[in-house]
């Protein structure tokens, strides 16, 4: 199924077998493209670039599309990262992260720091974490098998050294 090109969001590069490698949705996903092109919210002499996953309900094309700039995209790995790396030692702690301290990491960016963090106010989060962490461990070989294509991919073009 081709990417619409008539839309607001303008495609430049584009992944439109992307149903078929979906995760565990893969060849059943209503997720059909994902694509790299202007933003739909551009205005007059202002052109940002945004990622976009192009979703279709077997009729039309879903309004449930989500466009994203392309730094969300990134900050988005970023958290996955650090989530994942959280749970490889996660065991360590009864409840699966430190009651008293349950920040995770901070990420320099841009001057300041993105907070990666274990939700406390969520009032189930002692139950959603375990589910979390069983659905992340079942899922560990498609996760993995893409960590390891993006730290590749990353090597390959030059951001393999731990920068300073």
Not at 123 to 142: A, C, G, V, Y
Request: charged share 30%.
């Amino acid at each position: 199924m081709k990417i619409p090109t008539t839309l607001k969001h303008k495609p430049v590069i584009v992944v439109e077998n992307y149903e078929n490698v979906d995760g565990r949705q893969a060849y059943e996903s209503d997720a059909k493209g994902l694509s790299l092109g202007l933003a739909q919210w551009n205005d007059r002499g202002k052109v940002d670039v945004s990622a976009k996953v192009w979703r279709h309900t077997g009729e039309k094309w879903s309004r449930q599309s989500e466009e994203l700039p392309m730094h969300r995209v990134i900050d988005m790995a970023i958290l996955v990262c650090k989530g994942k790396e959280h749970f490889m030692n996660a065991y360590r702690y009864p409840k699966l992260y430190d009651e008293n301290n349950p920040i995770i990491d901070r990420v320099g960016l841009q001057g300041d720091a993105m907070t990666v963090e274990i939700c406390k106010d969520n009032p189930m989060i002692d139950e959603d974490i375990k589910l979390f962490s069983q659905t992340l461990s079942r899922d560990d070989e498609l996760l993995s098998e893409r960590l390891h294509a993006l730290a590749n991919l990353l090597i390959e073009m030059g951001y393999g050294r731990r920068s300073l």
